[in-house]
């Protein structure tokens, strides 16, 4: 069973940064992406970043060239650095894991606040 967990959320302020991280665990096909999502309140969830273990990446257009997503395939973590951070990017965070046969697996999302 595949596990992930993500942490690093807190409060920031405008213009500041936060590096989240979602660590993997279980059997994990090697085929898999990672990636993020996040949803604030009363809005729908939204798609942040994605990146497979080859290390292609895809990004929002909201967070290009803010956010950087990254992954240490040797320990199954992936890593959202966000810089730049805006009121709007403040949302629960989501990671997931997606191996090749399409099952979807989801953390308990962490919170990040941007406020001054």
């Known amino acids: 069973q595949v596990q992930v967990a993500e942490s690093g959320g807190g409060v920031v302020q405008p213009g500041g940064s936060l590096r989240l991280s979602c660590a993997a665990s279980?059997?994990?096909?090697?085929?898999?992406?990672m990636g993020w999502y996040r949803q604030a309140p009363g809005k729908q969830r939204e798609f942040v970043a994605q990146?497979?273990?080859?290390?292609?990446?895809t990004y929002a257009d909201s967070v290009k060239g803010r956010f950087t997503i990254s992954r240490d395939n040797a320990v199954n973590t992936m890593y959202l650095q966000m810089n730049s951070l805006k009121p709007e990017d403040t949302a629960v965070y989501y990671c997931?894991?997606?191996?090749?046969?399409?099952?979807?697996?989801w953390g308990q999302g962490t919170q990040v606040t941007v406020s001054s």
């Open positions: 990146i497979i273990r080859a290390g292609s990446t």
């Open positions: 279980g059997s994990i096909p090697s085929g898999s992406a």
């Open positions: 997931y894991l997606v191996v090749p046969l399409g099952a979807r697996y």
